[in-house]
């Protein structure tokens, strides 16, 4: 279709941002960008090593001496993964050509989705083999979305594939046809689409957005307003929680995006108590709870429907006897965002102190609603068999969100307690204007240690050994860079 202007160039993982959360669009505060740079420093790097004979340890040098040695490792191993794989044949390669991206138009609109690569790789012995290369440094490959631009905006003589360096292997992008265009589809809708950049929809999005200073759901101090440029931290409750563990766990996953040995393996516990809270979320928000639960209990096996009946009956003994709640939303992401002073450097690493640091807390509530009096209320559903109280930090962090969200001065945190010997337990705590105002200087104090660490020195934040390094996605690599 004909346009006076040039298209608008999007990319297909901003649109697959706004159809998880429309308020992902637009401006955000100024995150960590360990990652990319040090994929910047592997693709420079990697283009050296290939150039100079395979020495990778004088392109790491030449293209990443900057990092710690952490962070220099990982570059070291990546490169070391892409020379194997490039510099095992013969084959011809090009970094960055002039064309290094592959665009779709829009239908109807002046719209184009765009889908970049990195590298050409073409046989020598018949220039006809050609090869698009996306260099990926994390686990996961090139999404259907971007794919499906790739495989129907490319050539059709050639191959697109992801290199993937963390397991030096070579992952072809093959799509049945059916599926390239029904993504290709759902990318026309979503251009097209009438979006609300004010219409939140909190969620897992939420751990990977860089809007979580400023879109709202995680509210700052009232009246204060994160900046574009302002450094900004993203942690998860559990991360404040294991503060009193190990400051290292807790920075090599906010601050310096170091990738995770493992993934980690959930105990049959967690399992269990996992699919009790994927049932109860269901009940709670449900006209029939009972007939609700039924249906979703007859889905799993004999051994855990008799589990999670047990469950749910201690559920309602608590329902029953306790100040109820009237369930407005379950599974559901709140949280805040806290100004403290703090390190933070310039874009050549240069680190002044002083500097106004935002850090964003997201907290996953159980369920969230109101009791009879209107007073905001907190849900916590415990399926574990000890019996210590909710931990303080923790409900600090429920209260404080909710009241800031809101805009109120009274919220109501319940921690059911389903898994305790004997009865259950219903822990009821009421924090008003006073309590509330504990609550921010207790978190601050929590949060005090984030702001201290060198924002671009992985080796700097303090290290733990403890039984908390059982099954901690960093213990290897830790290990290995202990003094």
């Known amino acids: 279709m004909y346009h006076d202007e040039p298209p608008l160039r999007l990319k297909a993982v901003d649109l697959d941002a706004l159809d998880e959360c429309p308020a992902s669009g637009g401006g955000g505060s100024r995150l960590s960008t360990a990652a990319l740079d040090r994929w910047k420093a592997v693709r420079y790097a990697l283009e050296g090593a290939l150039a100079n004979g395979g020495d990778v340890d004088a392109a790491v040098e030449d293209n990443a001496a900057w990092l710690d040695?952490?962070?220099?490792?990982?570059?070291?191993?990546?490169?070391?993964?892409?020379?194997?794989?490039?510099?095992?044949?013969?084959?011809?390669?090009?970094?960055?050509p002039e064309d290094s991206f592959v665009t779709v138009e829009h239908p109807s609109l002046n719209i184009e989705f765009a889908s970049y690569f990195q590298i050409v790789v073409t046989d020598p012995r018949d220039p006809t083999k050609v090869e698009y290369l996306k260099i990926r440094t994390g686990?996961?490959?090139?999404?259907?979305?971007?794919?499906?631009?790739?495989?129907?905006?490319?050539?059709?003589?050639?191959?697109?594939?992801?290199?993937?360096?963390?397991?030096?292997?070579?992952?072809?992008?093959?799509?049945?046809?059916?599926?390239v265009e029904e993504a290709i589809a759902r990318l026309n809708e979503l251009a097209a689409r009438d979006t609300n950049l004010r219409d939140r929809k909190p969620g897992r999005q939420c751990y990977r957005c860089d809007r979580v200073a400023t879109c709202g759901q995680y509210p700052a101090p009232d009246g204060y307003r994160v900046g574009r440029r302002q450094r900004t931290i993203r942690v998860s409750k559990s991360d404040v929680?294991?503060?009193?563990?190990?400051?290292?766990?807790?920075?090599?996953?906010?601050?310096?995006?170091?990738?995770?040995?493992?993934?980690?393996?959930?105990?049959?516990?967690?399992?269990?108590?996992?699919?009790?809270?994927?049932?109860?979320?269901?009940?709670?928000?449900?006209?029939?709870?009972d007939g609700t639960f039924s249906e979703m209990v007859g889905r799993v096996s004999p051994e855990d429907r008799d589990k999670m009946i047990g469950l749910y009956e201690r559920h309602k003994q608590i329902e029953s006897s306790h100040v109820p709640v009237r369930c407005g939303r379950t599974e559901y992401q709140v949280g805040a965002t806290f100004i403290l002073e703090g390190l933070d450097a310039d874009r050549d690493g240069n680190v002044r102190e002083g500097a106004a640091v935002a850090i964003a807390i997201i907290a996953r509530t159980d369920a969230v609603g109101r009791e009879p009096d209107n007073t905001p209320a907190v849900i916590e559903h415990r399926t574990g068999k000890t019996s210590d109280r909710i931990d303080d930090r923790e409900t600090a962090m429920y209260a404080l969100s909710t009241a800031r969200l809101l805009g109120v001065d009274t919220v109501a945190v319940h921690q059911h307690a389903l898994g305790t010997a004997g009865d259950p337990e219903c822990i009821r705590i009421v924090y008003d204007a006073d309590r509330l105002a504990e609550a921010d200087e207790l978190l601050m104090q929590v949060l005090a240690p984030i702001v201290a660490w060198d924002p671009v020195d992985a080796t700097q934040p303090s290290y733990s050994v403890g039984e908390w390094c059982t099954g901690c996605p960093y213990q290897e690599r830790c290990t290995n860079h202990r003094n």
């Not at 962070?71 to 892409?82: A, C, I, R, S």
Request: hydrophobic share 40%; charged share 25%; proline share 3%.
């Open 139 to 179: 686990r996961e490959g090139t999404s259907a979305s971007e794919a499906a631009i790739l495989l129907t905006g490319g050539e059709p003589d050639v191959g697109y594939a992801d290199l993937m360096l963390r397991d030096g292997t070579v992952e072809a992008m093959d799509m049945p046809r059916s599926e």
């Open 69 to 96: 040695r952490v962070q220099k490792g990982l570059v070291t191993e990546f490169v070391t993964n892409g020379v194997l794989i490039l510099g095992a044949s013969d084959a011809e390669t090009e970094f960055d």
């Open 241 to 289: 929680l294991r503060l009193d563990q190990c400051h290292r766990r807790v920075a090599w996953k906010a601050i310096y995006a170091i990738p995770q040995d493992s993934e980690g393996e959930a105990g049959l516990a967690a399992v269990t108590g996992l699919l009790f809270h994927e049932i109860l979320a269901e009940v709670l928000l449900s006209d029939d709870p």
